[in-house]
């Protein structure tokens, strides 16, 4: 025990004794109470999860539920057989089933998104982990943070002049006598966009990965033969994996879930499933079915999450940068 503990308990023990069993000796007993100390610490912290967090996800499991408004209406589970029309899977036409195809699009799209995103990482923190000047480690890695200074809407913006037909890119192919691409309003121009947002959420925890990397275990690979993309798969990838999971689980779980950017560089014909989810309580009104198709992204979004803690994955290392609303 502590003496700051000796001390507490020493006043407890020294109280008079005709306060005890009085109101005022309730409430100082209480205050010394380790339940009092705890909501103290963790009642604040309580409040805002329950305010930010749980009440939204409450409303939205309600919503889901009712047929129109809750408790002034009947219960019904239709807004989910909405999502997946079982008539649709049983006669096999599975055309119909226009949500469940822009859902397995949009985790697609997370797929592919995240695997470049890690494509593009490793290079990056390889460098900066192994080879890199500690004088300019920190400088390196604050180019990789800057952008996240800058509003996400304004960077967003910007790629539509360099995707555009008359654009950046397409100019340049065009001066070099090279057909243009179509780079923006499709589903190219979304995961380029979403690359480039979630390209540092990959970077930062390989790095913490690839900085503990020993250099010995490569120089002993290399030795011992193995060409540079040997020693890569054998040595640097299996240690580093960790983190490029970590990463990876976060990325997949953002871009799944993404709204502006699809919404700016996609167009309708690069939609995705959080699109549909604003539509039904934006222009839509149907609050009701857009809180049953929220709901099941948060099914994905918390089995994606379970199943990376399962394999062992720290999905908690890769918080630190937060998420922005993205």
């Known amino acids: 025990m502590s003496s700051q503990d000796d001390v507490a308990a020493d006043a407890v023990r020294q109280r008079p004794t005709h306060e005890k069993g009085t109101f005022r000796g309730r409430l100082l007993e209480l205050a010394d109470s380790e339940v009092f100390k705890g909501s103290i610490t963790l009642g604040p912290v309580l409040v ?8 939204p996800v409450v409303l939205l499991l309600t919503y889901s539920v009712f047929i129109e408004d809750p408790f002034s209406s009947g219960l019904t589970f239709d807004h989910f057989g ?10 096999f036409q599975f055309g119909e089933l226009s949500y469940v195809r822009l859902l397995g699009r949009s985790l697609g799209i ?12 490793y290079p990056i923190t390889y460098y900066l982990g192994q080879y890199a000047p500690e004088r300019w480690k920190i400088v390196l890695v604050m180019l990789v943070i800057i952008p996240f200074w800058t509003s996400y809407l304004i960077r967003t913006y910007a790629w539509i ?26 589903m190219v121009g979304s995961i380029i966009g979403l690359v480039y947002v979630f ?52 990325v997949f779980i953002k871009t799944a879930a993404a709204y502006v950017t699809p919404s700016l560089l996609g167009g309708t014909s690069g939609r995705m499933y959080a699109q549909v989810i604003e539509t039904q309580f934006g222009s839509a009104f149907n609050w009701n079915f857009g809180a049953a198709l929220s709901v099941i992204l948060v099914v994905v979004v918390l089995g994606t999450i379970w199943i990376a803690m399962r394999w062992g994955i720290n999905v908690k290392g890769s918080r630190g940068l937060g998420g922005g609303g993205l």
């Open 82 to 91: 909405r999502f997946i029309d079982m008539s649709a899977v049983t006669s």
């Open 199 to 250: 390209v540092p959420f990959t970077v930062l925890p390989l790095y913490a990965s690839m900085e503990g990397l020993d250099p010995s275990l490569i120089e002993a690979s290399r030795d011992l033969g193995a060409s540079r993309w040997e020693a890569f798969r054998e040595v640097v990838f299996p240690l580093t994996l960790p983190g490029a999971l970590a990463g990876g689980v976060f």
């Open 161 to 186: 002049p360099i995707l555009s037909t008359n654009g950046f890119i397409n100019g340049t192919l065009t001066a070099l006598g090279l057909p243009t691409l179509p780079l923006l309003n499709n």
């Open 48 to 55: 805002l999860l329950t305010v930010f967090y749980a009440i």
């Open 110 to 121: 997370a797929v592919i998104v995240t695997v470049l995103s890690l494509v593009i990482s």
